[in-house]
């Protein structure tokens, strides 16, 4: 079907109207007698609700001073009880000149309602479907529409113009509103409880695989809204908007870099880390350094604060010295406060005065900064290393490996760190489990208090060769799980363990390489499990997540001959697996391939990001992929050699949700992350073809090259709960 989509985002301004009360996704309930005849659906959304008809929608909300008294009604006197009255507000949107559309609910959600509602079993409904959003086929001849949630708001409606079908036929008609008008494109509704606003219409089709704005705008007459193409568009043309691309932006800055890593706050907001190769660099006044500092050859880390929209820069510093400074992961906590794990040569980083380590040790040492909410400032900045190479991977296989590792906060908000070290004196605490190096490069795992004075655990684990830690995580007891790559057959492993021998290969490069988890207590005094995991080929294990009941996953590279076990979606013969074992590291209880189905090696799909969602929906990220990935029919992009793939694996594994293409853009190193709703927050490193958004923060691509984010909700995941009760029931 070739099509012409019209999106628009309801929003609600007052943040205290309804978002504070908003469940994480709207549920659309089927009237099946329960209501009123002429409602085919109700969506209800935290002080109010919105019913959809055959011929308009209707909205009825409550005052929110009003809702929220509701709340604690018990608390009020008699006499308050008495007097209290909701303040509520209905009006309708009608859908003028449109013809009978058949409505019906898609996407089924996974459970259902029952209606007992009075003593008139007319009213009664059992087993009651409820959708992830409502359809209206033919709404106007060859229009349909369609409404469903929206992640930043209420929810969205999208009108489709397909092939003869004529926008201009579209007319809303608003009634018992106290005022409409058109503000800055938006759409404001006034009513007696409160604004509500429209934003204004976006329009947009894919053009080559490319998104491309079609510019749209209201015109009001009266009470009437219609939507004006002041530039026409091509009927021709497929569009898809599902899943939601939220933001996708450029640095704005005029010199060139690398893009390395990102990640995200629970606002939503997004952190880029990039290397910077000069003066030009966006930072912002007061930043904590707003000056390159990198000199003839070196490079700076440099960090950008995003609003969850990609419109917005709220805060952008540098963070080097006159070496070369890398970044690697970062993690913002609940306040807003970003820690960073780098990598430097520098001899001059601007540490803090109670920096743990205030100097470079050896040739290469690890830097960790955790940035005031601003940015103006760090709670501490410190180097940590031995007298060679810490931070650095030197067994790295794919483009930017040697910049992995992974940092994190622990259960307690204190930062920990998944990295390797070549030194033999690299900082290690009393009583660690593994206190000395084993031989060439070990994995390191450590955390420190939150302002980076002091260093409150540290181990090396590793062989007699090279050995990485890349991921780290922490279980509800305080129990830490590290992955990796092991180097040699005398890695430590423990007894029961789901893999204890060594298959590592050094067909392809020379190197020896298996995949690895550990599970260390809390202190990293004791190893309490410890297994492989590989095939004879080469295998590394490059993220780990945990469920909820701490069962781990994994996703990395290997052999194509990665086990596929269970009822699971699988690429065969592809050189990516997800894996999931339990939580004493004992059994493999699921195991897919998921890739190219073979392409062109390791290259053809280099793992950055990776997530196990509330729902136990698995996700992963990848670039350079030049392969057959399996992309869905509703994939954002269906083209982009070279570029990122982006991919959504049901629970257990069992089927492929979602998948899609990003650009041909790559990462020079680092790691993404997705947010646990299954949002992506994705580092690019871009050649001057990356697709931004409107609005976006910047557009242009000024230098050779330069980081892009894109930020995308995959709108699988979310917990939905909703509880009332009085003293004597519930």
């Not at 290397?275 to 490079?299: E, K, L, M, N, R």
């Not at 622990?410 to 004196?425: I, K, L, R, W, Y």
Request: charged share 15%.
């Amino acid at each position: 079907m070739r099509s012409f989509f019209l999106s628009i985002l309801t929003l609600f301004a007052c943040p205290d109207f309804l978002l504070a009360h908003k469940p994480l996704k709207l549920e659309f309930i089927r009237n099946e007698g329960q209501w009123e005849d002429a409602v085919w659906f109700k969506a209800p959304m935290g002080n109010g609700a919105v019913f959809f008809e055959s011929g308009g929608i209707t909205y009825n909300f409550f005052h929110p001073e009003d809702w929220k008294t509701t709340h604690d009604f018990s608390q009020l006197s008699p006499q308050q009880q008495r007097a209290f009255s909701m303040r509520g507000h209905a009006w309708r949107v009608k859908f003028q000149g449109a013809l009978i559309p058949q409505v019906q609910g898609a996407e089924a959600q996974g459970h259902y309602y029952n209606f007992r509602i009075g003593n008139d079993p007319s009213r009664w409904a059992s087993r009651v479907g409820v959708f992830h959003a409502v359809e209206y086929t033919n709404l106007y001849d060859r229009v349909d529409m369609r409404a469903y949630d929206s992640q930043s708001a209420s929810f969205k409606y999208d009108f489709i113009v397909h092939p003869g079908g004529n926008p201009a036929a579209i007319s809303l008609s608003y009634q018992g509103l106290d005022g409409l008008h058109l503000s800055n494109g938006d759409l404001v509704l006034a009513t007696s409880v409160g604004e509500f606003i429209e934003q204004k219409p976006f329009a947009y089709q894919v053009v080559n695989g490319k998104l491309a704005e079609v510019p749209c705008r209201y015109v009001l007459s009266g009470q009437v809204i219609r939507f004006e193409f002041p530039e026409g568009y091509d009927t021709a043309l497929d569009l898809v908007i599902d899943p939601t691309l939220i933001a996708a932006t450029l640095s704005g800055s005029t010199s060139t870099n690398y893009g390395h890593t990102a990640t995200y706050d629970i606002a939503g907001n997004i952190y880029t880390g990039c290397i910077s190769f000069g003066v030009g660099y966006p930072t912002t006044d007061g930043a904590y350094q707003d000056d390159f500092s990198g000199g003839g050859w070196g490079v700076d880390m440099a960090f950008s604060k995003l609003s969850s929209d990609g419109a917005e820069l709220y805060w952008a510093s540098y963070l080097g010295g006159t070496g070369s400074d890398y970044p690697h992961s970062m993690f913002a906590n609940d306040f807003g406060e970003l820690y960073i794990l780098g990598s430097t040569d520098s001899a001059d980083i601007p540490v803090s005065s109670n920096a743990y380590q205030d100097a470079n040790q050896g040739s290469v040492d690890i830097v960790l900064a955790h940035f005031f909410e601003d940015g103006t400032d760090v709670f501490g900045c410190t180097y940590i290393g031995g007298s060679t190479d810490d931070g650095r991977n030197v067994a790295s296989v794919n483009y930017g490996d040697q910049y992995r590792g992974e940092i994190i906060l622990d259960n307690s908000g204190n930062p920990m760190v998944a990295s390797f070290s070549t030194s033999t004196d690299f900082p290690v605490t009393a009583g660690a489990y593994q206190s000395t190096n084993n031989g060439g490069q070990d994995a390191v795992i450590f955390r420190f208090n939150q302002d980076l004075s002091n260093l409150m655990a540290s181990s090396y684990i590793g062989s007699d060769s090279d050995d990485s830690g890349f991921a780290l995580r922490q279980n509800a007891l305080g129990d830490v799980y590290l992955a990796g790559m092991a180097g040699d057959a005398n890695f430590p492993v423990t007894p029961g363990a789901y893999q204890t021998f060594f298959l590592g290969d050094t067909e392809a490069w020379g190197v020896e390489m298996d995949g690895f988890v550990s599970k260390f207590n809390a202190s990293f005094t004791s190893l309490l499990k410890s297994t492989y995991f590989a095939t004879d080929k080469q295998d590394e294990v490059f993220f780990l997540d945990l469920d909820n009941n701490d069962d781990v996953y994994i996703y990395g590279q290997g052999g194509s001959d990665i086990p596929i076990v269970g009822d699971v979606y699988s690429n065969p013969g592809s050189l990516q697996f997800v894996s999931k074992l339990d939580a004493d590291l004992e059994n493999l209880v699921l195991s897919t391939q998921i890739g190219t189905g073979g392409g062109t090696g390791w290259f053809d799909l280099v793992p950055i990001a990776f997530l196990v969602d509330h729902c136990n929906n698995v996700y992963i990220s990848g670039h350079g992929c030049y392969g057959n990935v399996p992309i869905t029919a509703d994939a954002l992009y269906d083209v982009g050699g070279g570029g990122f793939y982006l991919a959504v694996l049901t629970e257990d594994m069992a089927d492929l949700e979602y998948g899609t293409m990003y650009t041909s853009g790559h990462v020079d190193g680092g790691t993404s992350r997705f947010d646990k709703n299954g949002t992506v927050y994705q580092g690019v490193c871009s050649g001057g073809d990356f697709a931004t958004t409107p609005g976006a923060w910047a557009t242009d691509q000024i230098g050779g090259w330069d980081i892009g984010v894109f930020k995308i909700d995959f709108d699988v995941s979310g917990v939905n709960s909703a509880i009332t009760g009085s003293d004597v029931s519930g």
